[in-house]
Every structure is written in C-alpha cells, then in structure tokens.
T-cell receptor, first 113, second 113 residues
C-alpha cells in the first residue's frame, strides 16, 4: 500500500465550484505540505503544516484553504475554483527528525473549466 | 530569496550516453540540496541529496556534488538507460526557517533505445 495517498486522482470541475482534495499518510510524519505543479514552473508551495494545530501559508496560498483534521490527514480546498487553478496538485510529508526528505503522493490532476 | 535554476529541457539522449543536467542555486547560508525524479504518472521521489559543501550524493548510478564555490549541484550519470526517462527536479532547503523546499522548473529526460 502507498504511504501517501491522494483522492481523487483526477477531477474536472466548473468555475465557481467548491473542490476538496484529500491527502492521507501512514508514515506517521508530523509535517505535511501541499504543492501545485504547472508546466515550466516546477512545484510551488501552497500550504504546510507542522502538526494538527499548526497551519502556514506558502508561496501561493490565495484562493486556497487547508484543514489538518488529524496527524494523518491534510485537505486542500478551493472555495471557488477558477480556470488558472488547473494544475497537478501534490501532497507531501516529512518526518520531524530533520533528515530533509519529503515523500510525495501520486498527485491529483485538477481541471477547472 | 532562495532560487534554483535548472537546465532547460527537454533532453533526448541515446541509451548508454553520458548525462549531465545542470543546476545552480541562490541561497543564504548553507542549504541542503536535492535531486528529485518524477516518473510518468507518479509523484516525486528523492533521487539523491547532499547537505554540506563538497558532499557527493549518489543513487542508482546518478551522482551530484555540492559545489559551494560555484553554487552548483549538477546531476550526472555515466550510462543512461531507457528506464531513466523521467522529469528531474533540483531543489534546495534552507537550513533555517520553515523547512520548505524550493524547486527548479524540472528537466524532462527522454532516453531512446
């Protein structure tokens, strides 16, 4: 079984709809991250969380919100989706021990029409 | 702020050719440096890392040396295989602050038989 899972894997929605992307992990890591990937831009950090009570904005948080429901779950919401939020979204986790390795989920491809 | 500049792709090589993907960075202090690989349809996986100057990271025949004097972390492999076809991302993590990764834009590598 995968250590970091994301649901859904693909989603097509319309402008103005509310969308939630979910991430679950079985690695027991404290730190969780949401990134978006756009062609030619690499990965950009949206939000990150160091534990259940800690939420921090990343580089491109506008238009997004997150919820850390439990240590193992970190959800990303688009309150009112717009076409330029069409992208590939990745969740990642990292242990607190400072070894620097982030573990990525398989990604969610979101298309906003 | 921190930034990573990566060799633009796509890069196409024949099997058994020598590979170099250039990566340079801008950061204060002494960041940790990483190469991640993304195979088609999958999330990113850590390929190798180096945490201090002159360290050499290596994995699966790939190598990269942390060069503080040239602020570089070029990825090399002596003989590529078709299975190495993927997108490669250079990244850095500052050794203070919020632990986030700063990614380059990615280089798509295609190996032809």
């Amino acid at each position: 079984d995968a250590d970091v899972t994301q649901t859904p894997r693909n989603r097509i929605t319309k402008t103005g709809k509310r969308i939630m992307l979910e991430c679950s992990q079985t690695k027991g890591h404290d730190r969780m991250y949401w990134y978006r990937q756009d062609p030619g831009l690499g990965l950009q950090l949206i939000y990150y969380s160091f534990d259940v009570k800690d939420i921090n904005k990343g580089e491109i948080s506008d238009g997004y919100s997150v919820s850390r429901q439990a240590q193992a779950k970190f959800s990303l919401s688009l309150e009112s989706a717009i076409p330029n939020q069409t992208a590939l979204y990745f969740c990642a986790t990292m242990a607190r021990n400072g070894r620097n390795e982030q573990f990525f989920g398989p990604g969610t491809r979101l298309t906003v029409l | 702020g921190n930034s990573v500049t990566q060799m633009e792709g796509p890069v196409t090589l024949s099997e058994e050719a020598f590979l170099t993907i250039n990566c340079t960075y801008t950061a204060t202090g002494y960041p940790s440096l990483f190469w991640y690989v993304q195979y088609p349809g999958e999330g990113l996986q850590l390929l190798l890392k180096a945490t201090k100057a002159d360290d050499k990271g290596s994995n699966k025949g790939f190598e990269a040396t942390y060069r503080k004097e040239t602020t570089s972390f070029h990825l090399e492999k002596g003989s590529v295989q078709v299975s190495d076809s993927a997108v490669y991302f250079c990244a850095l993590r500052a050794n203070f602050g919020n632990e986030k990764l700063t990614f380059g834009t990615g280089t798509r590598l295609t190996i032809i038989p």
